[in-house]
């Protein structure tokens, strides 16, 4: 009596294999993602001149600086080799820059009170004058600033900062072209002492 059973459920057992069977054959395989390419472990260093960005100290004004054409802000110019004969006080600004803003004051009381003893005050600021023109004018209206005013082109500019990528700065030279002191940042009543003390050491120096 059980024979029958047996062998129904043999042949049930064949027929679910032949079906797991074609299914399989059918089925997509599954993709596996490969590892993304690492770079290899022992790259080359890059050449030392690649790598370092120091540069040597500005100690005094080379000759392309001085005969560097700048361009004033009346749109006449002006060439740092016209002041050979004076102390130059060079302070680099921008009508953005919320410290230039509280230094010229500062600095424009040291103007007047060297006035005919031979220091020449040369503010440059650091923007374009085709985008920034009125940006200027503006912060000229709002803050008195007598010092003879020129922008700084980005030769200029990079050649006096020497590296040191921040504004306002300021550089007092002597008469011989060499600078003697360069400085960047202002320090809340502070600047125009300095100011005043370095332009002394130059006269006097």
């Known amino acids: 009596m059980h024979r029958p059973l047996v062998i129904l459920l043999l042949a049930f057992a064949l027929a ?3 079906v797991s069977q074609s299914g399989r054959k059918g089925r997509t395989p599954t993709v596996t993602e490969s590892a993304p390419v690492q ?7 890059e050449p030392e001149e690649r790598r370092s960005t120091a540069r040597p100290e500005l100690r005094s004004l080379t000759e392309n600086l001085l005969e560097h054409k700048i361009k004033a802000l009346d749109n006449s110019s002006f060439r740092l080799a016209d002041f050979h004969d004076k102390v130059v006080v060079i302070n680099l600004w ?16 040291v103007r007047k ?4 003893r031979g220091v020449e005050f040369i503010g440059l600021t650091t923007e374009d ?24 082109d980005h030769e200029l500019a990079s050649t006096l900062m020497n590296g040191r990528n921040a504004i306002p700065q300021t550089l007092v030279i002597d008469a ?21 003390q370095t332009i002394e050491r130059a006269l006097h120096g």
């Open 129 to 152: 004058p085709r985008t920034s023109a009125e940006r200027v004018k503006k912060f000229l209206r709002d803050i008195s600033f007598g010092f003879r005013l020129g922008w700084a």
């Open 94 to 109: 921008a009508s953005w820059c919320g410290p230039c803003r509280r230094e010229v004051p500062e600095y424009e009381k």
């Open 16 to 18: 679910v294999n032949a």
């Open 176 to 196: 011989d072209g060499r600078i003697v002191s360069h400085w960047t940042g202002y320090t809340p009543g502070e600047g125009g002492n300095r100011l005043k």
């Open 113 to 116: 009170a060297y006035l005919d």
């Open 39 to 45: 770079p290899p472990l022992n790259k080359e260093p």
